[in-house]
């Protein structure tokens, strides 16, 4: 494992040994966690930013837009047609759907 040198300002030092302090871990655990959340959340940005812009590219291609629009209505279609199915009486004595 390697080690770093980092400088923090008293007030956040402060916060980093109280929080150590009450949670019974080492200063370098707490430090190691927020690295790891903070990385984490940065990938995370960049991968939605990333979906954002492929969105938009796709958005605007209008080829791309009409394919959508009859991949979305064939799964409509399918859709309907699975609830249909799931809604059929399965007695002759009941006409509500099953789930009731």
């Known amino acids: 494992m390697s080690a770093i040198t980092l400088r923090l300002p008293d007030h956040l030092e402060q916060q980093l040994s109280e929080e150590a302090r009450l949670s019974g871990q080492p200063r370098s655990q707490l430090l190691r966690e927020a690295l790891e959340t903070l ?3 940065r990938r995370e940005e960049r991968a939605q930013a990333a979906l954002r ?3 938009e590219a796709l958005a605007s291609d209008a080829e791309a837009c009409a394919e959508a629009r009859e991949l979305a209505a064939d ?3 399918a859709e309907n047609e699975s609830l249909a199915g799931a809604e059929a ?3 002759t004595t009941s006409a509500e759907p099953w789930w009731r």
């Open 89 to 91: 009486p399965t007695n």
């Open 75 to 77: 799964f409509l279609l």
């Open 39 to 41: 990385l984490s959340q």
């Open 53 to 55: 812009l492929a969105a």
